[in-house]
Nanobody, 121 residues
Framework: QLQLVESGGGLVQPGGSLRLSCAASGFTLDRYAIGWFRQAPGKEREGVSCISRWGSTTNYADSVKGRFTISRDNAKNTVYLQMNNLKLEDTAIYYC??????????????WGQGTQVTVSS
């Protein structure tokens, strides 16, 4: 089963930064678009950002535009999410998943454990 492993979360103060990583295990990441998702306590999982196979296209949720940057290094089989100017409402578990295309409704990887991001003063 295709799976991705998230890392890089932590506790940060409002206005701080974190960089999340999403690494593939057992398959080549450059076959897929990769999306970042998050789930806050008591809320449904939501899409945060997505990057196309070769990185030519990216998209972001309105809530993170101008603060988050998605990128990928296919040579390292890794996708990143640089998060700047973090806000309290960014607190959530962050997950990544592979998709055929960013617009595809389904993911081709199972959900991993995610990485916890906590923004608190």
């Amino acid at each position: 089963q295709l799976q991705l492993v998230e890392s890089g979360g932590g506790l940060v103060q409002p206005g701080g930064s974190l960089r999340l990583s999403c690494a593939a295990s057992g398959f080549t990441l450059d076959r897929y678009a990769i999306g970042w998702f998050r789930q806050a306590p008591g809320k449904e999982r939501e899409g945060v950002s997505c990057i196309s196979r070769w990185g030519s296209t990216t998209n972001y949720a309105d809530s993170v535009k101008g603060r988050f940057t998605i990128s990928r290094d296919n040579a390292k089989n890794t996708v990143y999410l640089q998060m700047n100017n973090l806000k309290l409402e960014d607190t959530a578990i962050y997950y990544c998943a592979a998709k055929e295309l960013c617009v595809s409704p389904r993911t081709v990887t199972s959900w991993g454990q995610g990485t916890q991001v906590t923004v608190s003063s």
